[in-house]
């Protein structure tokens, strides 16, 4: 491996925060203020990691759920041009599934398996565990998750509270009532209204060739509720940068394998489990580990020897790795038997001793 690229595997894989000189214009995940306030100081660290992990990927895109792996979660989300999006938690595999288990047991997130006939087990979906009770109209905010707000929300924080009600004004300026821009301002985040502004704007300054638009006020709150979206080629900046995002997100997400590779992958999964009982969820752990050894080799060692290695099971502390031949089985007991001892240590918070073998 060139000096060069250690160095940018470096950089993607670690912040310097010797050469950190502050946040730069915020964007904001909108968060519910109960997390804060009354529930963070009864979270483990690990627990409070994943929690802001989910909301990240959630409200951090304006959605109530998301497919999220367990490799995100660890890991988190690398294009295959080695961009890196996130970080993921920095946990490790045990950790993640504890804090997960715990999550869920405290009636904090929400989680629906998905498996497909073709595909085999696919990413879970994840969401805040959420309350639409209505708040009462005076007194505290209390109850509902919904209603103890998003980041834009926060009564403390006169910052925040300018820019909404700047929001409830410009939206009142459009003959909206006080009470719907109030409620608009509470239910959707500043950046995300604005956005839909920017595409109001274009639509009545000649940007579409569609029917013009008789009630600016109503159209604009429907194009907020219900998310409408400019043309391809046409979007606004900020709205344009938050889909390319999101759409790299999804493309990584997915690990978009053709079908051949995809039918491939669940037929040795399939013959794992039937011969050597290996467990699923095992074998998507060393789907992060390869990616971690990718780093500590260079290139053509990892894709001659490494690449197409299996994880075929781990059973009392010792995790049984498939090579392809003798040779290949000698090339890694020989130079990467240590290196893939520790990474597997690490991500399952216990010592892990390798055997290779040959499928």
Excluded: C
């Excluded at 988190?76 to 869920?104: H, N, Y």
């Excluded at 006939?117 to 639409?132: A, E, V």
């Excluded at 109850?143 to 006169?158: V, W």
Aim: hydrophobic share 35%; net charge positive; aromatic share 6%.
């Amino acid at each position: 491996m060139s000096k060069k690229i250690e160095t940018q595997s470096k950089q993607d894989n670690h912040f310097d925060f010797s050469s950190f000189q502050g946040f730069v214009n915020p964007t904001t995940t909108p968060t519910p203020d109960l997390l804060f306030d009354k529930i963070m100081q009864y979270l483990k660290e690990s627990e409070l990691k994943v929690l802001l992990y989910i909301i990240r990927r959630t409200y951090g895109f304006k959605k109530k759920s998301d497919n999220i792996s367990l490799s995100q979660l660890v890991d988190g989300i690398q294009t295959k041009e080695g961009k890196v999006l996130d970080r993921g938690t920095g946990l490790s595999i045990s950790a993640v599934k504890r804090a997960l288990r715990s999550l869920k047991d405290k009636n904090l997130i929400d989680a629906v398996r998905n498996t497909d006939p073709k595909k085999g087990n696919l990413p879970t979906t994840y969401s805040l565990k959420m309350n639409d009770t209505p708040r009462p109209a005076n007194g505290p905010r209390v109850g509902s998750l919904t209603d103890q707000g998003l980041a834009h929300q926060g009564a403390t924080q006169q910052t925040v509270k300018q820019q909404t009600d700047s929001v409830v004004r410009r939206l009142m300026n459009l003959k909206i009532s006080k009470d719907k821009a109030n409620e608009l301002a509470q239910r959707f985040s500043d950046e995300y209204i604005t956005n839909k502004f920017e595409l109001l704007d274009w639509k009545q300054t000649g940007g579409s060739v569609g029917r013009p638009i008789k009630d600016p006020a109503g159209w604009l709150i429907r194009a907020i509720e219900n998310d409408y979206k400019p043309p391809k080629g046409s979007k606004s900046t900020a709205e344009g940068k938050v889909e390319k995002k999101e759409a790299e997100r999804r493309k990584v997400g997915s690990l978009e394998l053709n079908d051949a590779a995809r039918e491939s992958e669940r037929n040795l999964r399939s013959k794992l489990a039937e011969d050597y009982r290996s467990v699923d969820e095992d074998l998507s752990v060393w789907e992060i580990a390869l990616r971690r050894l990718q780093l500590k080799f260079s290139r053509q060692f990892y894709d001659t020897w490494l690449k197409d290695t299996s994880l075929v099971n781990v059973e009392e502390g010792v995790a049984n790795i498939g090579a392809g031949n003798d040779l290949a089985r000698e090339q890694l007991i020989k130079s990467a038997n240590d290196e893939v001892e520790a990474v597997l240590s690490n991500l399952f918070d216990e010592k892990i001793e390798v055997r290779f073998e040959v499928l």
